[in-house]
């Protein structure tokens, strides 16, 4: 695909799809475009972004191939080990109501991972967990609470998979009691509005597709969202290079606090017993 091609696709993506691809990777996202119309055998850009204008199922499943959708319960199981060791009780020695967003939540296993954590760690309480993704197909997924395959619950203890699931076949369900904790809806974080005074906001394998300057913009779209002294939490390859800048400090690799304003964060509270 040639540039003046490049900038045809990324103007029809943003007209129809709502994604403004120049967020994206550039290099990254060409090989997946071309990946996409080689497969759909689209020889003419021009005529098969036409033929998309009077096709929602076309439009859909472009929507669902650039949106990458893996995910899993427990995903890098020691970071969440991190999280309900360290981090969860000092959350809840602060409030006894958290407030939690789980931005680009995919099927959902990462914010009823929270549901599970949190139910184990204060029974009963109404903690509020909100999950996002700009993909609407995947959050219907997500919304049902399944089906969930083999794959999906491998980091799920036994315990655990017999407590807060139901199996039906060869699939996984979560049931109810986890499921209703968690509301879905559609978001997009490079455009909609953020949520406001979260405990701890989870992003985590999603903004690795985005742009250095989108990326900034959405940390400090997160630093804004959350409560002094709320938690970031982010995937297991992730780095905030310019946190210090935003206003977030590493509590322990992968887990960055916002400081009151004000606090100098070089000499923030970084856990080395951890
Ligand atoms: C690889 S999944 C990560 C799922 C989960 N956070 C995890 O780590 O297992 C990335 C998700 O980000 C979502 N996503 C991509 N761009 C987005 C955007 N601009 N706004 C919100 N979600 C987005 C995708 O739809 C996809 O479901």
Same mark, same amino acid.
């Given at each position: 695909?040639?540039?003046?091609?490049?900038? #045809?696709?990324?103007?029809?993506?943003?007209?129809?799809?709502?994604?403004? /691809?120049?967020? #994206?990777?550039?290099?990254?996202?060409?090989?997946?475009?071309?990946?996409? $119309?080689?497969?759909?055998?689209?020889?003419?850009?021009?005529?098969?972004?036409?033929?998309?204008?009077?096709?929602?199922?076309?439009?859909?499943?472009?929507?669902?191939?650039?949106?990458?959708?893996?995910?899993?319960?427990?995903?890098?199981?020691?970071?969440?080990?991190?999280?309900?060791?360290?981090?969860?009780?000092?959350? /809840?020695?602060?409030?006894?109501?958290?407030? /939690?967003?789980?931005?680009?939540?995919?099927?959902?296993?990462?914010?009823?991972?929270?549901?599970?954590? $949190?139910?184990?760690?204060?029974?009963?309480?109404?903690?509020?967990?909100?999950?996002?993704?700009?993909?609407?197909?995947?959050?219907?997924?997500?919304?049902?609470?399944?089906?969930?395959?083999?794959?999906?619950?491998?980091?799920?203890?036994?315990?655990?998979?017999?407590?807060?699931?139901?199996?039906?076949?060869?699939?996984?369900?979560?049931?109810?009691?986890?499921?209703?904790?968690?509301?879905?809806?559609?978001?997009?974080?490079?455009?909609?509005?953020?949520?406001?005074?979260?405990?701890?906001?989870?992003?985590?394998?999603?903004?690795? #597709?985005?742009?250095?300057?989108?990326?900034?913009?959405?940390?400090?779209?997160?630093?804004?969202?959350?409560?002094?002294?709320?938690?970031?939490?982010?995937?297991?390859?992730?780095?905030?290079?310019?946190?210090?800048?935003?206003? $977030?400090?590493?509590?322990?690799?992968?887990?960055?606090?916002?400081?009151?304003?004000?606090?100098?964060?070089?000499?923030?509270?970084?856990?080395?017993?951890?």
């Amino acid at each position: 695909m040639d540039d003046n091609e490049y900038t #045809y696709v990324k103007r029809k993506v943003n007209e129809l799809l709502c994604i403004d /691809l120049d967020n #994206y990777k550039e290099r990254q996202m060409r090989r997946r475009i071309n990946s996409f $119309l080689d497969r759909a055998n689209a020889d003419d850009v021009g005529s098969y972004f036409n033929s998309m204008e009077k096709d929602q199922k076309m439009i859909q499943d472009l929507k669902d191939f650039l949106t990458i959708n893996v995910s899993e319960f427990f995903r890098d199981d020691r970071q969440f080990e991190k999280l309900e060791s360290v981090i969860m009780p000092e959350l /809840l020695r602060d409030r006894v109501c958290l407030k /939690l967003w789980s931005a680009g939540c995919s099927i959902g296993a990462e914010p009823y991972t929270m549901a599970i954590i $949190l139910e184990e760690l204060s029974p009963g309480t109404n903690h509020k967990i909100i999950a996002t993704d700009l993909d609407e197909t995947i959050l219907k997924q997500a919304r049902a609470g399944g089906p969930y395959m083999e794959q999906d619950v491998r980091n799920v203890r036994p315990q655990r998979l017999a407590k807060y699931f139901r199996k039906e076949g060869d699939k996984y369900w979560v049931v109810d009691s986890i499921r209703n904790r968690v509301h879905f809806k559609q978001h997009n974080l490079l455009g909609d509005p953020y949520e406001d005074n979260c405990d701890l906001i989870l992003c985590r394998n999603v903004v690795i #597709y985005f742009t250095d300057n989108a990326k900034s913009k959405i940390n400090r779209g997160f630093h804004a969202s959350l409560r002094e002294g709320g938690v970031l939490f982010i995937g297991g390859s992730e780095i905030i290079f310019d946190s210090s800048k935003i206003g $977030l400090c590493v509590i322990i690799p992968s887990f960055y606090r916002k400081l009151p304003a004000g606090t100098n964060v070089k000499s923030g509270s970084i856990r080395t017993d951890i």
